[in-house]
């Protein structure tokens, strides 16, 4: 079974503060982690992933994530906010790298980028 | 990356009447499609899983009569919500699984935003 967590389903940050969204999971096998980005009305994003192969990871839009088994997290950061950052952030797990299995996802995280 | 095209990205009908959503891999075969729900303020749920020829499998709680899935080829998966119902309003998103660049990935589509009126 594989499960994640997203605390906070809001977060507002001014531009150029960094940028911090949580993600814990649970997995009863070594997991595969994704975050995805969705605009409005559109579909997702991927931002990056986490295969096993460094623990931090670095995406898109000058976002990383740092995986931490002995936590259980997989927390998003960006050092500086741009107002097009503004938008969902999912985190995800999988129990494959490409994440063509069964993806189970969080309930999302909002960031608001305040001028 | 690859492309997934969703088609319509917007679609109003009429309660009782049928609406077909197309997914289509534009530059890879997509073995595996997946079909998601997102209601307003959620998470993505998955409805099924479809590989090319052969019949989706649905998650619990999902009425496979009232979603009908069809994976006919390697590039096209269409989702036909039956008889739809204002309850059905909702966003549907697909995601096609296949290699690219010698791996296995998926790929989402934009998304379809299902009002029944």
């Known amino acids: 079974a594989q499960s994640v967590t997203q605390l906070g389903s809001h977060v507002s940050v001014s531009e150029g503060a960094l940028v911090l969204l949580r993600c814990n999971y649970s997995s009863s096998v070594p997991p595969y982690l994704f975050w995805y980005v969705q605009y409005p009305n559109q579909g997702l994003q991927l931002l990056l992933k986490?295969?096993?192969?460094?623990?931090l990871v670095k995406g898109i839009n000058g976002f990383e994530a740092e995986f931490k088994k002995s936590e259980t997290s997989f927390h998003l950061t960006k050092p500086s906010a741009h107002m097009s950052d503004a938008a969902e952030y999912f985190c995800a797990v999988s129990a494959n790298p490409g994440g063509y299995q069964k993806v189970t996802f969080g309930t999302g995280t909002k960031l608001q980028v305040i001028p | 990356g690859a492309v997934v095209s969703q088609h319509p990205s917007r679609v109003i009908c009429k309660s009782g009447t049928s609406v077909k959503i197309e997914c289509r891999s534009l530059d890879f075969q997509a073995t595996t499609m997946f079909w998601y729900r997102q209601f307003p303020k959620q998470s993505l749920m998955l409805m099924a899983t479809s590989n090319e020829g052969s019949k989706a499998t649905y998650e619990q709680g999902v009425e496979k009569d009232k979603f009908l899935i069809n994976h006919a080829s390697l590039t096209l998966s269409t989702l036909t919500v039956t008889s739809a119902h204002p309850e059905d309003s909702s966003f549907y998103i697909c995601?096609?699984?296949?290699?690219?660049?010698?791996?296995?990935?998926?790929?989402f589509g934009q998304g379809t935003r299902l009002t029944v009126v």
């Open positions: 995601s096609a699984s296949g290699v690219v660049r010698g791996n296995t990935e998926a790929f």
């Open positions: 986490y295969t096993s192969a460094a623990t």
